[in-house]
């Protein structure tokens, strides 16, 4: 493993440990060369997640793609981060363990909603209006009358 820092090629382990849903390895490493330490990340590469689309088509899994479209949905929300990842790691290894290794982006999409609506309502609604695609204000406002029965 080369060194971020000085890019020696030798470093040793320090600490190793499983992600919470044993998809990866967290290893902490010390450089062999300069004695700074550094996080590295390892994962079984399989065979890529594929996601279908409405249209039919399929893309590849981009966990980027729906973390970025988590922390837009929680801008200037209290949620940590630590939240987004779970809930990308779920939809990660719900793929992972199908035997096709695809999904329909309406199932994701429904998952995260799920999952955004415990953590808040606020960032629920922000997804929703985005993944729903809501025709007109009279279909929000249906959804927003749905969220305030329940409390």
Not at 119 to 126: G, N, Q
Not at 145 to 151: Q, S
């Amino acid at each position: 493993m080369r060194c971020p820092f000085c890019g020696h090629l030798e470093s040793k382990v320090i600490d190793s440990r499983e992600s919470k849903k044993g998809i990866s390895i967290r290893r902490r490493r010390e450089c062999l060369g300069c004695d700074r330490r550094f996080t590295t990340y390892e994962k079984v590469e399989e065979i890529p997640y594929m996601i279908v689309k409405k249209d039919g088509s399929r893309q590849l899994f981009d966990r980027q793609k729906l973390l970025r479209g988590l922390l837009k949905a929680c801008e200037k929300r209290p949620i940590p981060v630590a939240k987004f990842e779970e809930i990308v790691e779920e939809v990660e290894s719900r793929l992972q363990e199908r035997p096709d290794k695809e999904m329909k982006a309406a199932e994701i999409g429904a998952l995260v909603m799920e999952r955004l609506r415990e953590l808040d309502k606020v960032a629920y609604v922000r997804f929703a209006s985005v993944y729903r695609e809501f025709r007109d204000v009279l279909e929000f406002k249906q959804e927003l009358e749905t969220l305030l029965k329940e409390k």
